[in-house]
């Protein structure tokens, strides 16, 4: 894999699939990324990005529908040990406040071993209501 300083992980989004289900399965969600073909499970929820230390990672969303926003409301790491880490929440001008600017971001560990999944919860907002947060556990970044 050729050294890229940065990660993009994108979200795309059926919001009003995943409203109507309560579900972010059955292809709600599609996670992409530009890490190249190390990385596996592009374009579905079980997203496992090839990664080295002291990378960036970013993160953001899109919905299907640009009727319908979604934001990242919060990342997760989820470790070995339960010990649970928020990545670092930035925004492309400054003001995280407008759903098409948020984004998330996050240095790669430098102690995360190489081949060992890194899961982490990924938790999107859509609107307000009894489906509007919902999160999946299945993505990971994994070293190489």
Known sequence: MAYKPQINIIA???VIGALSGGTLHNGNLCLVDNAGEESTGQGTAHLRTA???GQIVQWSALAV???TPVEIRGITFLGQDGVATPATRTAADGDGDK???AHWAGVV???LPSGTPFKYRLELQMYEGRYSVLHVDSPALIGV
Do not use: A, F, G, I
Request: hydrophobic share 40%.
């Open 12 to 14: 795309v989004v059926d």
């Open 51 to 53: 990664v080295r230390p």
């Open 65 to 67: 529908d640009l009727q």
């Open 99 to 101: 759903l098409d600017l």
């Open 109 to 111: 560990p430098p102690s």
